[in-house]
T-cell receptor
């Protein structure tokens, strides 16, 4: 099976812009979770989608949003980018809810906000 | 709500020496426990997981972990480390239920001394 893919791998954006990141899960997986990883804050949970429904959300402002399509592919959007949004954004898929099933991670999208 | 603590930020061990990475969790019911490893520039990979049953869990790459309910711990061990084990290691705790989510520890960076 193909692994989790994330596009693009690298992005440079300017403060105030918006960005959309994409994640294609492993075939058959219905859960997609998003994480933000920074040196200072570590790995922080953004949200989880399961069968096109947001099941869980972390403590991030409303500028961070996501969605999942019927084929389980997911996108996350960050509007009005801030310098502090610079991070590695990781997507993970699992066959069930993330709290109890093994997650398979993609390589991440490195976002730099200038 | 669940939480997880990895008290060691950075550990250095000599190649061939034994390794133990500490993880303490907080959760009222039986937790779902995971150890993931992240090599530089890559996503996370599952090493092992504990849901129930035998408290000593075997994982990939020669790693094992022991669940100790009385100490709320799930420490990761390896009898003899290899230079390729240098990476960041994350302990995570999840829970059952529709509203469950997985919480990651802050990570322990492992360096290997030649």
């Amino acid at each position: 099976k193909a692994g989790v893919t994330q596009t693009p791998r690298y992005l440079i954006k300017t403060r105030g812009q918006q960005v959309t990141l994409s994640c294609s899960p492993i075939s058959g997986h219905r859960s997609v979770s998003w994480y933000q990883q920074t040196p200072g804050q570590g790995l922080q949970f953004l949200f989880e989608y399961f069968s096109e429904t947001q099941r869980n959300k972390g403590n991030f402002p409303g500028r961070f949003s996501g969605r999942q399509f019927s084929n389980s592919r997911s996108e996350m959007n960050v509007s009005t980018l801030e310098l502090g949004d610079s991070a590695l954004y990781l997507c993970a898929s699992s066959s069930g809810l993330a709290g109890t099933y093994e997650q398979y991670f993609g390589p991440g999208t490195r976002l730099t906000v200038t | 709500a669940q939480s997880v603590t990895q008290p060691d930020i950075h550990i250095t061990v000599s190649e061939g020496a034994s390794l133990e990475l500490r993880c303490n969790y907080s959760y009222g019911a039986t937790p779902y426990l995971f150890w993931y490893v992240q090599s530089p520039g890559q996503g996370l990979q599952l090493l092992l997981k504990y849901f129930s049953g035998d408290t000593l869990v075997q994982g990939i790459k020669g790693f094992e972990a022991e669940f100790k309910r009385s100490q709320s711990s799930f420490n990761l061990r390896k009898p003899s480390v290899h230079w390729s084990d240098a990476a960041e290691y994350f302990c995570a705790v999840g829970a059952m239920g529709v509203a469950s989510k997985i919480i990651f520890g802050s990570g322990t960076r492992l360096s290997i001394r030649p």
